[in-house]
Structure formats: C-alpha cells, structure tokens
Nanobody, 111 residues
Framework: QVQLVESGGGLVQPGGSLRLSCAAS????????MGWYRQAPGKQREAVAI???????YYADTVKGRFTISRDNAKNTVYLQMNSLNPEDTAVYYC?????WGKGTLVTVSS
C-alpha cells in the first residue's frame, strides 16, 4: 500500500522559512515524476515545484528563487524548502509521486 505523509507545515511570519517533507512508503521516490502542489482557500490546486522522471525541475513563477524541491533517495523522502514566505503562500501543500497524493499539510503565513 502506498502512503505519502506530508509534514512541516505550520504558522510562520512573512519573510520566514519552512521545510516540508513528504515521506513515502510502498513506492520509490527516485522513480517517476514527483512534485509539490498547493491549494489556497477558494482557489484551484496549482503546481508549485515538480521533478520530472528525467530529472528536470519546474517551478511556478510565483515561487522561483524562493522554493527548492529536493529528494533524499536513501530516506525515500521529498522536500520543499520554502524561503521568503509571504501571505500569498498560505495554502494546503500536497505531495504527489506518480499518481499518488498525500493528504496535505497546512502552511499559514501571517504576522
């Protein structure tokens, strides 16, 4: 059974940083496409950062230069380092590996 468990969300002040983790079981993170998505209240889910099966990395324009996606194959975990957070980054963040999704972790950026 495949499970993706996100963690690392929380409340942070504008300008702060968070690192999200997506621990995978039942699936190997180094194989296939993986990424982070987010859904803000009242908005559609959008891609934030994606690593393709070939290793190419895509970032949404709104997070370029601030967010970094990475993975640790030994830990079977995908990360999203988020810096210089602003209130517009407030959303539930979801991890996706191939066709599987986690349940999300809430990030709130507020003073």
């Amino acid at each position: 059974q495949v499970q993706l468990v996100e963690s690392g969300g929380g409340l942070v002040q504008p300008g702060g940083s968070l690192r999200l983790s997506c621990a995978a079981s039942g699936i190997i993170v180094s194989i296939g496409v993986m990424g982070w998505y987010r859904q803000a209240p009242g908005k559609q889910r959008e891609a934030v950062a994606i690593i393709s099966s070939g290793g190419a990395i895509y970032y949404a324009d709104t997070v370029k230069g601030r967010f970094t996606i990475s993975r640790d194959n030994a830990k079977n975990t995908v990360y999203l380092q988020m810096n210089s957070l602003n209130p517009e980054d407030t959303a539930v963040y979801y991890c996706q590996i191939r066709e599987y999704w986690g349940k999300g972790t809430l990030v709130t950026v507020s003073s």
